[in-house]
């Protein structure tokens, strides 16, 4: 019975560090947290592009990842490629933005 209590003990301790293994993040994938948080930024983000009346929103696509806003679609004007990017820079939690914006 002691033999089966030990081994009952490591199989939880290794799936407790599994799940807590699965909840970290790395270079290329993020934490569950890093997820919630990028997705308010890219929230908060699009609601500003939205509200600025000069740039076609629809036609801009917002991607976060930790942090980092890259914006990606077509634009009338340079005009508009730089107001996009300063948007998204004043947004609170962007740490930087790849503009990858077209001027068609």
Do not use: H, P
Request: hydrophobic share 45%.
């Amino acid at each position: 019975m002691e033999n089966f209590m030990n081994i009952f003990k490591i199989i939880l301790c290794t799936l407790l560090l599994a799940s807590l293994v699965s909840c970290a993040g790395s270079s290329k994938q993020e934490s569950t947290g890093q997820y919630v948080d990028d997705s308010a930024i890219t929230a908060k983000v699009k609601a500003a592009i939205f509200d600025e009346d000069s740039l076609k929103s629809m036609q801009i696509t917002v991607v976060t990842f930790k942090g980092v806003v890259q914006l990606s679609g077509f634009v009338n004007s340079s005009k508009s490629v730089n107001k996009a990017g300063q948007i998204a820079k004043n947004v609170e939690g962007v740490k930087s933005v790849k503009n990858d914006l077209v001027v068609k």
